[in-house]
T-cell receptor, first 114, second 116 residues
Framework: EAQVTQNPRYLITVTGKKLTVTCSQNMNHEYMSWYRQDPGLGLRQIYYSMNVEVTDKGDVPEGYKVSRKEKRNFPLILESPSPNQTSLYFC?????????????FGSGTQLSVL | AQTVTQSQPEMSVQEAETVTLSCTYDTSESDYYLFWYKQPPSRQMILVIRQEAYKQQNATENRFSVNFQKAAKSFSLKISDSQLGDAAMYFCAYRTNNNAGNMLTFGGGTRLMVKP
């Protein structure tokens, strides 16, 4: 089954404790992206990648890191989480020429930073 | 940078009635795509409908249709014969055809409630 697997689904942590949210896709997609969803602000892009070792900042990259060492994986790293990073996070993947119309989303990670 | 605005944070509709969700966007490009996504309480993101900017004909998918006004930069979603299962957050999104940039921009969302 074609899917984007994102873990964990829920995460509660404390300020400053490094964490990683994993994202893996089994569709050989070139494009992968991370979004955060906040009430009234919709989904805002954090980072995206158009292929292995190619990553770029989205609209809200501060406080986040990503890596794309393999085509299937695109982890999101919060080196020193802060309460303003409390949010719902989505990973998504797509063929590079079908971004939007063939965009597969993970099931989301609800992160709370205390 | 492109921006997408959904001016209605919440809308409600009676079951079987018709509702229209608004979306406006700002861009200097002529070639792009527009989308409407549905997010039910399960958090799953579901593509509802897409529109290519170069097509003048409005897209339709069963009970869902759009009113695409390119000059006005408006892209509204009409849901006909509303059903209880249509209750969800709806997001409008813009995709540039410029592969060099941030490709997909979402609006702030509209929460649709359907009354039985």
């Amino acid at each position: 089954e074609a899917q984007v697997t994102q873990n964990p689904r829920y995460l509660i942590t404390v300020t400053g404790k490094k964490l990683t949210v994993t994202c893996s896709q089994n569709m050989n997609h070139e494009y992968m992206s991370w979004y955060r969803q906040d009430p009234g602000l919709g989904l805002r892009q954090i980072y995206y990648s158009m292929n292995v070792e190619v990553t770029d900042k989205g609209d809200v990259p501060e406080g986040y890191k990503v890596s794309r060492k393999e085509k299937r994986n695109f982890p999101l790293i919060l080196e020193s989480p802060s309460p303003n990073q409390t949010s719902l996070y989505f990973c998504a993947s797509s063929p590079l020429d079908r971004v939007g119309e063939k965009l597969f989303f993970g099931s989301g990670t609800q992160l709370s930073v205390l | 940078a492109q921006t997408v605005t959904q001016s209605q944070p919440e809308m409600s509709v009676q079951e079987a009635e018709t509702v229209t969700l608004s979306c406006t966007y700002d861009t200097s490009e002529s070639d792009y795509y527009l989308f409407w996504y549905k997010q039910p309480p399960s958090r799953q993101m579901i593509l509802v409908i897409r529109q290519e900017a170069y097509k003048q004909q409005n897209a339709t998918e069963n009970r869902f249709s759009v009113n695409f006004q390119k000059a006005a930069k408006s892209f509204s979603l009409k849901i006909s014969d509303s059903q209880l299962g249509d209750a969800a957050m709806y997001f409008c999104a813009y995709r540039t055809n410029n592969n060099a940039g941030n490709m997909l921009t979402f609006g702030g969302g509209t929460r649709l409630m359907v009354k039985p």
